[in-house]
């Protein structure tokens, strides 16, 4: 009997087939799988003194952050770097954008400089996409307002994957303000589009509306939401994206939403907690529970970063069809 041929999404991919990584949404199964095989490649060589590949000689990046960041922006440098391409961090502060310059204006001056890839962040949603239909580079979403952070979701499925030898079939409560975060909406596609099961766990007033749509299940009480969980992620209040107040007092809302020792315990005994980082520690997090090395792999998200962030730098840079 001839055996039947694979399905087309069986079949292993041989490359990222799309110009831009502007979000999670769209992807598929085996892209993400590729760009996160393609990672986990790289996460040894980091280790190893001698790291620099050469990968992307010749190469430019620009980074172009609009808003404020810490990791995203530094592990994209080292990324870009480590591949062995031309770094260029864009000052927000000291560019033409502060005399009144228009974003597309500026996206459109660098591209003009011929970069062959751009990493934008603004906290405007769907600004990214705009400016990559107006530049002929490959352009990377670093988080664009309360919409995408994509290379955040893929360091985190790296990071769990690493840990569980797998997505499909664990329970993962996202915990805190969703409302504002592109972390949970790029966390949520991943996780769904992987197997995973995905709760939301916050007050309703930090909840989107009908946020059941995007295939989680709600809840409204830390105990319940992180019952028999395998992963729970803590989020930060994004008091940047809010208008007037969303919580009580900080101390109630540790008091009711922030994770400590006790409200861990509802998970199951080998939960792992993550946290896309900065922490407000005693807000969202409790300091014992962020800094204890059994259960938290929130320093590891942080090197996986830095993979993650090489994997998308590469796979943007080769022909797409
Ligand atoms: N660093 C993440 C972001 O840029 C999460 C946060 O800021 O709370 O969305």
Redesign the pocket.
Known sequence: MVPPAPSPAAAPLLRYPHRHLLGIEGLSPAEITWLLDLAESHVDQNRRPDKKLATLRGRTVMNLFF?S?T??RTSFELAGKLLGADVINMQVEGSSIKKGETLIDTAMTLNAMRPDMLVVRHDSSGAIALLAQKVDCSVLNA?DGSHE?PT?ALLDALTIRRRKGRLAGLTVAICGDILH???ARSNIQLLNTMGAMVRVVAPPTLLPREVERLGVEVHHDMHAGLEGCDIVMM??L?AERMQGAFVPSLREYFRFWGLDAEKLAAAKPDALVLH???MNRGVEIDTDVADDIDRSAITEQVEMGVAVRMACLEALTQPYP
């Open positions: 808003e960041s990791r995203t988080g952070h955040q975060s592109r972390v989020l930060r994004q896309p980082g900065p």
